[in-house]
T-cell receptor
Framework: DTAVSQTPKYLVTQMGNDKSIKCEQN?????MYWYKQDSKKFLKIMFS???????INETVPNRFSPKSPDKAHLNLHINSLELGDSAVYFC???????????????FGEGSRLTVL | AQKVTQAQTEISVVEKEDVTLDCVYE???????LFWYKQPPSGELVFLIR??????QNEISGRYSWNFQKSTSSFNFTITASQVVDSAVYFC????????????FGAGTRLFVKA
């Protein structure tokens, strides 16, 4: 049973289109994240949500809109896709009470977005 | 502001060699958390270790060992007797606040282990 699952795994689309990536975790964690990994493997945090509330937005363009319908889901919608949006997007989750856990991030398998 | 520097972009070793991956961090907080993650060629990100700022004990897990030194703001990772399966990108990461709302990653070190 996959702990953090994201769909789709691959996404190829044209510039200007709108697309969404879905993420679900079955670990009972309170905190979820989106990270972007570029072609040079650099991992950058985009958003973090705690109990459905936005905690961190790392100066991500408004074209990116995360939505958390409940604490087990964090979806990412991207409007007006640009070439520079091509990357692997990783969803992750963690407990927010670190005394009770190792504090690790549990990552999904990643969604590779290619914008043509 | 928090920052993680992994100065080694790529390292190439021959199987059975020992290799050390360097990690230097910057933070103004007195309480923080350091991590190492592994990303094999298959692409998933795998947690390896977490170390709290108040616990400077080094740790050994099989062929892996970690050296945490607050005096030099370093958290280095050594693989002993490397194997081909160790080939991966290794990321050092830092979180300043309990709850991990913002864990930032270094640029990663790509390790090639040749047979």
């Amino acid at each position: 049973d996959t702990a953090v699952s994201q769909t789709p795994k691959y996404l190829v689309t044209q510039m200007g289109n709108d697309k969404s990536i879905k993420c679900e975790q079955n670990l009972g964690h309170d905190t979820m994240y989106w990270y972007k990994q570029d072609s040079k493997k650099f991992l950058k945090i985009m958003f973090s949500y705690n109990n459905k509330e936005l905690i961190i937005n790392e100066t991500v363009p408004n074209r990116f809109s995360p939505k958390s319908p409940d604490k087990a889901h964090l979806n990412l919608h991207i409007n007006s896709l640009e070439l520079g949006d091509s990357a692997v997007y990783f969803c992750a989750s963690s407990q927010d009470v670190w005394d009770a856990s190792t504090g690790e991030l549990f990552f999904g398998e990643g969604s590779r977005l290619t914008v043509l | 502001a928090q920052k993680v520097t992994q100065a080694q972009t790529e390292i190439s070793v021959v199987e059975k060699e020992d290799v050390t991956l360097d990690c230097v961090y910057e933070t103004r907080d007195t309480t923080y958390y350091l991590f190492w993650y592994k990303q094999p060629p298959s692409g998933e990100l795998v947690f390896l270790i977490r170390r709290n700022s108040f616990d400077e004990q080094n740790e050994i897990s099989g062929r892996y060992s970690w050296n945490f030194q607050k005096s030099t703001s370093s958290f280095n990772f050594t693989i002993t007797a490397s194997q081909v399966v160790d080939s991966a990108v290794y990321f050092c990461a830092l979180s300043e606040d309990a709850g991990g709302f913002k864990t930032i990653f270094g640029a990663g070190t790509r390790l090639f282990v040749k047979a």
